[in-house]
Structure formats: structure tokens, C-alpha cells
């Protein structure tokens, strides 16, 4: 396998600038400011503020998705019907989808003049420039994300496993809560993992359907935005958090989908 | 009594298929990989359904193509051992056992689980994770879990094959004693036809989604009806002791007759099965009895004479039911017929022995 050299050494320039370009902005966040400079400002109220409206709606966000996209895949995984590829490329959607017009289609669907504008007025919901509406833009663009991982991860489960909780006298309900979920444990946090992490980054969906108030609908993305105008440290400051952030959630999924997936752990 | 028919068309293979099995009475369906065998299983528990067909055991229909009835899996309550055994891998084995046993009470579940597990001599593993465990040590625990749920029927797919020889030996004999204590319909499934003989109160040699032939080993052996079935069945068992014989080589004192024969092959003192394949075996006159270079000779009966084509399978009675093939000019010439008294010879190193 051994290559040319010359050959070899384009490998490696490529590697090397690939490497460089993407990580050098990432670095320069947090060279950029003194360190000192960069906690001072993210003690400022309107940064914290941001961060924690991130915080909840990622979680709520996540909270629903896990609720009804488990499921859905579950069912996508273990049945085949006409329709169903058709199916799992709607759900798919979303993933290719530009956020701004991600943001338009919500507004389409669920804004005060959208399809079920009225029905939800009737019913006393608000989701445009509510922190309900943050919620919902990030759940359209993150559950892809999701259910995708979860699909393939019930998919990759040994049928026999289920088949033998059947013959047990399990019903495919308990089979999907005590078998199929332990066993595809790893594929589902990891399909959580990326999901939240495309949900911590939202910008454009939320920015369009939801607006950016804040205290209301500014995240911490959209606060970065709002303040790099004004406020560069503390807009480098805000986005250092939320790079810290994303590396923890991204290696979390690696080591996830890895290590956890062995089934070392006895217990249930 | 478990109650099977059932025809069905698969991409590339249809399965159309009848048999019963009285309860406490073992049927081990044998046949080549891709013969539909384990379809035929998954069919009983209700994991498959068939296009047409009518599954019932002890008098409980589970399913019926013309009824529209299909009873779930969970509820028609088979103790299957599954090939490669799924044990549940984030479970230890008490709680693998424990998983079936939803009728007991909650807190006499992992006693009840232990005890399962003990009757399998299992019960010091009953903490311990599938993953950790050996390949007969799994087979024990999905055994202790197919038995727990007190199962209409048992439906063991290939229960030996993912273990290794020594292990195998032992593992036979263990449940060759289970399904002698059974009480329910067994369907056994198996690619190999002396597992099938030892295990199965009768043998149904499946090839094509079809049987093939149903009969006892001894039969299928003696009276193949095709030269599929003659050359599947392939070696005759006989069961007996082993000692050191002369020059070596190993000698098997057999059961029912005072004769011994010799192999090549090492083996312990003790109780032993000795096969040879029918082909192997050259027919003499029992004059000529002390002929040849071969090392074994045994007077046998001859007990039927089945054709196939150029081979004659002859079904012989030597104290223990031994089959030999020869050549139609050869049956011929030896005037081969039931009742006939012939010698029966073959090479020390065609008997191979395997340990009980």
C-alpha cells in the first residue's frame, strides 16, 4: 500500500490544509481575547440570559423529539410498507432544508395567517416570537437528526433477541421497552447527542419563525449575532461557550456510539 | 400434540410441509442448510406466518389460514432455543431466565430463576453476563429460559451446533435426558443427521421447504428412499464400551452383541458411539468371514434391501442397526434378502468414535 512519495506528500498537504481551515477559526475564538476578558464578559446578564434560553429550549426540544420520534423509527425500522421510502425521505427533509426557508414553511404552517393559524389562535397557543415558537423551529430541524440514528440503531438489532422476548410472552410493547430500547441504547443517545447539537446551533429557522427577543427567543446564536456589531468580546465569549459545548456533545456521540455499544453493562 | 401444516412461498424457496408430534415425544427435522427447517420452527411460534396452514397443539389452535386465526407469539408460549441462543446482552442470566416468568409474583422471580438455572447446574452463574459466559454455558441458560415459562411446546434450532466438539458431547447427553423428561411436543432442527438419530424419537429429513422421508433413524439409514436421503443419513451409529485393543488401536466391545471392533481413533475408556459410513462397508458370504485386510468383521442379518439406482442400501442386524451400501452386482451376486446371514467388514480407520 505503500504510494509514491510525491504522492504521498499531496496526501498530506491536503490533510494538513484541511486540518488548518477547519480548526483555526475554532482555535482563534479562544486566542483571540485574553481569557480574563473572556469570563468577565459572559458574567453579563444578557449573555447568561441567552445560555439559559438555549439551554431550555434545546431540552424541551429534545424532550419531544425523543417522545415521538423513538416510536416513529421504531415503527419505520420494523415495518415495511408501501410508501415507506417515500416516508423516510420526507423526514429527511428537513436535514437539507436551508433554516431560513425552514423558518418560512413554520410561519406557512403555524403563523398567525399559516394553514393552522387558526386553529392554534383558537385555541389560545402563540408560537410566532414566543419562546414556544423557538421550541418548535428547533424541534423541525433537529428530529432528522434523530430519528435517522434511531432507525438504523433498531435496525442493527439482532431479530432474534426480539423474536425470543416474543416466544418469553412479552408483547411487542414490552419487547420495545425492555429489549429493543437497552439494546439499541448506544445508537439512540448518540442520535440525542447530534441531535441537540444541530438544535444549540439553530439560528435561521428560529430567527425567521421565531424572531430574536431577548429573554424570549434569543438564544445564544442569535445573540452572538445580535452583538458582534456592538459587543465583539462578548460575542467571542458566547460563542467560546457554545464551542466548548459542541465538542463535548460531539465527542459524547463518538464514545457513545463506540464503547457503550459493547453491552459491557450487566445490569439493566 | 402439536399439529403442523403449512405451505408458504418465499423469494427463491416454497415450504409445504405436515407433521405431528405426540407430547413427551421428540421429532428432530434434519436436513441441509436452506432446506426450510428453521422456517418450520418460526412458523410454530408464530414469528412467521405461513400463506396457508393450521398450527395447533394440545388442542389449541394457534393458527388457521382458513379461520383467520393467528395467535401471537407471547401468547402460543414455546420454549425456543434460538441457534446462536439470544440471551438478552444487557441481562445476566437470572434476569434472561427471570424475563419469562411474568406470571410469578415479582419478589419469587429470581428464586424461581435460580432454581431453573440450578437444574442446569447454572445457578452459580446466575449473576453473570451472557458475555462472560462459554458457548455450553449459554446454551444451559437459554435452555433454563425456554423451560422456564412452562411451554406448550419446545422448538430448539440447531441447540448443539454452536458448540464446540468436547463441549457437544457432553451438552447431547444432557439433553438427550431433558426431552426424555419432557412432557410436551419437542421439534428439534438440525443439519446433522447423528445428532438427529440421537436426539429424535423419529427423523424427518427435510430438503426443499419438503419432507423427504419420516421414519426412525434405523429406518431412514436401512431404507433411504432417494439417494438424497442415503447419502444425508450417511453414517450408522453403534453404541458401546472402549478399551485399548491390539497394536494400538482402540476396541469397542458393542451393546447387544458380544462382538468388538477396532478403530484407529483415540478415545477414553468408557461409553462411546462408533459410526461408519454405509459405503465403507464390503458384504462377504458368511463363510468367507476371516477374508481380506480389513480389521473389523461382524456376522449380520440382513433385514431389507433397498435400490437406488446402481446402489443397493442394505439394512442389516448386527445385535445394533448397521447399514451398508453396495453395489446392485454386488447385492446380486451375494443373493442379498431378508433373513440372509452375511459377514460384514470395513477398515479399522473408517470407524470414527466419539466420546459420550
Known amino acids: ?165 416474543r416466544t418469553l410472552g412479552a408483547g411487542e410493547a414490552r419487547t420495545f421497552g425492555r429489549i429493543a430500547l437497552p439494546a439499541a441504547r448506544a445508537g439512540l443517545l448518540s442520535g440525542t447527542a447530534l441531535a441537540w447539537g ?34 465583539f468580546n462578548s460575542a467571542i465569549a458566547l460563542s467560546a461557550v457554545l464551542v466548548v459545548a459542541s465538542i463535548v456533545i460531539l465527542l459524547s456521540a463518538k464514545y457513545l456510539s463506540t464503547s457503550v455499544g459493547r453491552g459491557r453493562d450487566a445490569r439493566i | 400434540m402439536l399439529e403442523f401444516e403449512a405451505s408458504t412461498a418465499f423469494p427463491g424457496f416454497d415450504l409445504d410441509l405436515k407433521l405431528e408430534v405426540a407430547a413427551g415425544q421428540c421429532l428432530a427435522l434434519a436436513g441441509p442448510s436452506g432446506a426450510g427447517k428453521s422456517t418450520v420452527l418460526r412458523i410454530a411460534a408464530g414469528l412467521v406466518r405461513p400463506d396457508r396452514g393450521r398450527v395447533s397443539c394440545g388442542g389449541q389452535v394457534w393458527y388457521d389460514s382458513g379461520r383467520a386465526r393467528d395467535l401471537a407469539p407471547e401468547r402460543r408460549r414455546c420454549g425456543y432455543v434460538f441457534q446462536d441462543y439470544a440471551l438478552f446482552p444487557h441481562m ?36 453473570a453476563s451472557p458475555e462472560t459466559l462459554s458457548g455450553g454455558e449459554r446454551q444451559r441458560v437459554a435452555l433454563a429460559r425456554a423451560m422456564g415459562g412452562g411451554p406448550e411446546a419446545l422448538l430448539l434450532d440447531e441447540p448443539l451446533s454452536a458448540l464446540d466438539a468436547r463441549t457437544r458431547a457432553r451438552a447431547a447427553r444432557e439433553l438427550s435426558e431433558l426431552l426424555r423428561s419432557a412432557e410436551v411436543p419437542t421439534l428439534l432442527v438440525t443439519h446433522d443427521f447423528a445428532e438427529a438419530a440421537r436426539l429424535g424419537d423419529r427423523v424427518a429429513v427435510v430438503d426443499g421447504g419438503r419432507i423427504v422421508q419420516l421414519g426412525s433413524a434405523t429406518d431412514l439409514a436401512s431404507k433411504p428412499c432417494s439417494s438424497f436421503v442415503a447419502d444425508f443419513t450417511g453414517a450408522a451409529v453403534l453404541t458401546g464400551n472402549a478399551g485399548t485393543g491390539p497394536l494400538g488401536l482402540t476396541s469397542v466391545l458393542l451393546d447387544g452383541c458380544r462382538a468388538a471392533i477396532s478403530s484407529t481413533d483415540t478415545a477414553q475408556p468408557g461409553r462411546v458411539a462408533a459410526s461408519v459410513y454405509p459405503w465403507e462397508i464390503t458384504l462377504l458370504p458368511e463363510t468367507e468371514r476371516s477374508r481380506g485386510s480389513a480389521q473389523n468383521h461382524l456376522v449380520a442379518e440382513v433385514v431389507s434391501v433397498t435400490s437406488l439406482g446402481a446402489r443397493v442400501r442394505v439394512g442389516l442386524d448386527v445385535g445394533q442397526p448397521l447399514s451398508a451400501e453396495v453395489t446392485r452386482v454386488a447385492a446380486v451376486e451375494l443373493r442379498l434378502e431378508p433373513g440372509r446371514r452375511v459377514v460384514a467388514t470395513w477398515k479399522a480407520s473408517a470407524t470414527r468414535i466419539m466420546e459420550f
Open chain 1, 1 to 165: 500500500m505503500n504510494g509514491s512519495p510525491w504522492f504521498r506528500a499531496v496526501l498530506v498537504a491536503a490533510l494538513a490544509v484541511t486540518l488548518l481551515f477547519l480548526t483555526l477559526p475554532v482555535v482563534a475564538i479562544f486566542v483571540d481575547i485574553p481569557p480574563a476578558d473572556l469570563l468577565a464578559s459572559l458574567g453579563e446578564e444578557g449573555a447568561v440570559e441567552a445560555l439559559k434560553l438555549s439551554l431550555q429550549t434545546t431540552v424541551a426540544a429534545l424532550l419531544i423529539i425523543l417522545a415521538f420520534g423513538t416510536p416513529a423509527a421504531w415503527l419505520l425500522a420494523t415495518r415495511r410498507f408501501r410508501g415507506r421510502t417515500v416516508l423516510v425521505t420526507l423526514i429527511e427533509l428537513p436535514l437539507v432544508l436551508p433554516p431560513a426557508v425552514a423558518g418560512i414553511a413554520l410561519l406557512a404552517a403555524l403563523g398567525p395567517g399559516g394553514i393552522l393559524g387558526g386553529l392554534l389562535d383558537s385555541l389560545g397557543i402563540r408560537l410566532v416570537f414566543e419562546t414556544a415558537g423557538v421550541v418548535v423551529a428547533l424541534t423541525f430541524v433537529a428530529s432528522p437528526f434523530y430519528i435517522r440514528q434511531a432507525q438504523s440503531a433498531f435496525e442493527a438489532i439482532d431479530p432474534t433477541l426480539l423474536q425470543a422476548s
Open chain 1, 198 to 231: 444541530r438544535a444549540l446551533g439553530e439560528f435561521g429557522a428560529t430567527l425567521v419563525f421565531a424572531g430574536s427577543f431577548r429573554g424570549i427567543t434569543q438564544t445564544a446564536p442569535l445573540a452572538i449575532v445580535e452583538r458582534f456589531g456592538s459587543d
Open chain 2, 92 to 127: 445476566n442470566a437470572w434476569r434472561n431466565v427471570a424475563y419469562g416468568l411474568r406470571e410469578v409474583p415479582r419478589r419469587r422471580r429470581r428464586a424461581l430463576a435460580v432454581e431453573l438455572l440450578d437444574r442446569f447446574e447454572m445457578a452459580d452463574f446466575a449473576d
